[in-house]
Nanobody, 115 residues
Framework: QVQLAESGGGLVQAGGSLRLSCTASGSIFDNAYMGWYRQPPGKQRELVASITTAGTIYYTDSVKGRSTISRDTAKNAMYLQMHSLKPEDTADYYC?????????WGQGTQVTVSS
């Protein structure tokens, strides 16, 4: 069973920065779609950023310009660096990987941005 481990969440002040990490227990990053999702309290889960094996990167408009998604295939790791954090960024953040017809979700890491 592949497991995804997330870290980097916590309580930060508005305008601050954080770096979220996702590490897989297995070598599944080749030919994979990888992304970060978030779910604010009481709202639906939404895609924040994604990266493909070809290197194509997507950011949702609300984080574009202040976020960087990256990966390290050798380490089976994916990262999301964010700065200029806003209270609207408060949510549970989830690592998602789809590879070879299988989907994997992390347990989530909580990010709280205070004003």
């Amino acid at each position: 069973q592949v497991q995804l481990a997330e870290s980097g969440g916590g309580l930060v002040q508005a305008g601050g920065s954080l770096r979220l990490s996702c590490t897989a227990s297995g070598s599944i990053f080749d030919n994979a779609y990888m992304g970060w999702y978030r779910q604010p309290p009481g709202k639906q889960r939404e895609l924040v950023a994604s990266i493909t094996t070809a290197g194509t990167i997507y950011y949702t408009d609300s984080v574009k310009g202040r976020s960087t998604i990256s990966r390290d295939t050798a380490k089976n790791a994916m990262y999301l660096q964010m700065h200029s954090l806003k209270p609207e960024d408060t949510a549970d953040y989830y690592c998602y990987i789809q590879a070879y017809g299988r989907s994997y979700w992390g347990q989530g890491t909580q990010v709280t941005v205070s004003s």
